[in-house]
Nanobody
Framework: QVQLVESGGGLVQAGGSLRLSCAAS????????MAWFRQAPGKGRDFVAA????????RYADSVKGRFTISTDNNKNTMFLQMSSLKPEDTAVYYC?????????????????WGQGTQVTVSS
């Protein structure tokens, strides 16, 4: 079992920055890859970024490349998403996810554990 707890969401103006955190606990085998997804009102849950916990391989959605950075602090068992140059279309609930694959996938189905989500609102 894996437990994931997100924090760091909030309200920010367009062009601003936020850093999301995801504290992970439980089986390290089951969380070899970690990811962020987001869900805007009335839309599906979309891939944002993912990282391999061990070799730090990363993957990003095209919509966030160059603006968002995913990282981990292995000592603190915490994953981060640094978000910069935020746009109103980044407004969504952001979810942390964990999976046992070593390949960094963008597919929801590859992640077995999910956090409760944190709201990010970007005002224009």
């Amino acid at each position: 079992q894996v437990q994931l707890v997100e924090s760091g969401g909030g309200l920010v103006q367009a062009g601003g920055s936020l850093r999301l955190s995801c504290a992970a606990s439980g089986s390290t085998f089951s969380r070899r890859t970690m990811a962020w997804f987001r869900q805007a009102p009335g839309k599906g849950r979309d891939f944002v970024a993912a990282i391999n916990w061990d070799d730090k391989t990363t993957r990003y959605a095209d919509s966030v490349k160059g603006r968002f950075t995913i990282s981990t602090d292995n000592n603190k068992n915490t994953m981060f998403l640094q978000m910069s140059s935020l746009k109103p279309e980044d407004t969504a609930v952001y979810y942390c996810a964990a999976g046992s694959d070593t390949v960094v996938y963008a597919l929801r189905s590859r992640y077995n554990y999910w956090g409760q989500g944190t709201q990010v609102t970007v005002s224009s």
